[in-house]
């Protein structure tokens, strides 16, 4: 009931998380580059069968946790009354779908446990590169069951950042010495391979949503970085709108750095 708060075991949670993802990545993973049904929702948003039976799954599943708990999933309609929830579960049954009817590999399924506005305990799988991503509150992030710690070091020469091109050129123009890698589809791996090292800095355009963000989010933190908006707050969850503005994610040292460095163009960066 909302209003009445009782403490959970957020490791517990996590591996519940895990598990959850673990068999949602089967199911999306036998539908994989077969045959399956997709179309377009809104403007240009794609979605296939495969999301649906996800979301499904992972409703049912994580249901079973705690009733309790309010639902806020990109293929689910969106009840009001989640806002009110003291605990919600944040999922995007597939993310990066474009990716997934595509045959390509950079998709995952993203769930995350959100409390008072904030990630604290976090899954995301991408089940085609096999890459297990866990996150628990105030004790770690890990790949696999191996630790993760974002890049270290404050200079943005030489790191490797992936994002929408508007954003790598307008960086670019100011450090020179950056190293572009291609962007990646799934936006909540673009900002967890902060946190496992293997980019230094993630941007995300406008129009991002609770649901490509949660679990991510939490997996940078314990790893050592951040994720923000561009004038360094950090992202509120289970909002009435679930919809964010532009986001930067980097490790602490390199993301004060960056900070600082796009003031000096701001117009760019808005």
């Given at each position: 009931m909302p209003g009445v708060?009782?403490?959970?075991?957020?490791?517990?949670?996590?591996?519940?998380?895990?598990?959850?993802?673990?068999?949602?990545?089967?199911?999306?993973?036998?539908?994989?580059?077969?045959?399956?049904?997709?179309?377009?929702?809104?403007?240009?948003?794609?979605?296939?069968?495969?999301?649906?039976?996800?979301?499904?799954?992972?409703?049912?599943?994580?249901?079973?946790?705690?009733?309790?708990?309010?639902?806020?999933s990109e293929e689910s309609a969106d009840d009001p009354a989640r806002a009110a929830a003291e605990r919600v579960w944040v999922v995007d049954p597939i993310d990066g779908t474009r990716a997934f009817i595509a045959?390509?590999?950079?998709?995952?399924?993203?769930?995350?446990?959100?409390?008072?506005?904030?990630?604290?305990?976090?899954?995301l799988f991408a089940p085609a590169e096999d890459?297990?991503?866990?996150?628990?509150?105030g004790r770690g992030a890990t790949?696999?069951?191996?630790?993760?710690?974002?890049?270290?070091?404050?200079?943005?020469?030489?790191?490797?950042?992936?994002?929408?091109?508007?954003?790598?050129?307008?960086?670019?123009?100011?450090?020179?010495?950056?190293?572009?890698?291609?962007?990646?589809?799934?936006?909540?791996?673009?900002?967890?391979?902060?946190?496992?090292?293997?980019?230094?800095i993630a941007f995300a355009g406008p129009e991002s949503h609770d649901w490509d963000l949660a679990a991510a989010d939490l997996i940078v933190q314990e790893a050592g970085a951040l994720l923000t908006t561009f004038d360094g707050r950090i992202v509120t969850y289970n909002r009435p709108n679930p919809v964010h503005g532009a986001l930067v994610a980097a490790g602490r040292a390199r993301h004060e750095t960056l900070l600082r460095l796009m003031q000096r163009e701001p117009a760019a960066f808005a």
């Open positions: 708060e009782h403490a959970i075991d957020a490791v517990a949670i996590t591996a519940q998380l895990a598990a959850c993802v673990r068999e949602a990545g089967a199911l999306a993973l036998s539908k994989f580059r077969s045959p399956f049904k997709s179309w377009t929702k809104g403007v240009s948003s794609p979605v296939s069968e495969v999301d649906i039976a996800v979301d499904e799954l992972l409703r049912e599943t994580l249901s079973r946790i705690d009733k309790s708990y309010g639902w806020l045959g390509l590999t950079d998709w995952a399924i993203s769930a995350a446990l959100v409390e008072r506005g904030r990630p604290i305990a976090a899954a890459a297990l991503y866990l996150a628990t509150e790949l696999n069951g191996a630790p993760l710690a974002a890049s270290d070091g404050p200079r943005i020469a030489g790191a490797r950042v992936t994002g929408p091109k508007r954003r790598l050129d307008a960086l670019a123009r100011l450090e020179s010495g950056i190293v572009p890698l291609p962007r990646v589809n799934s936006l909540a791996l673009r900002i967890a391979r902060v946190g496992a090292g293997t980019v230094d």
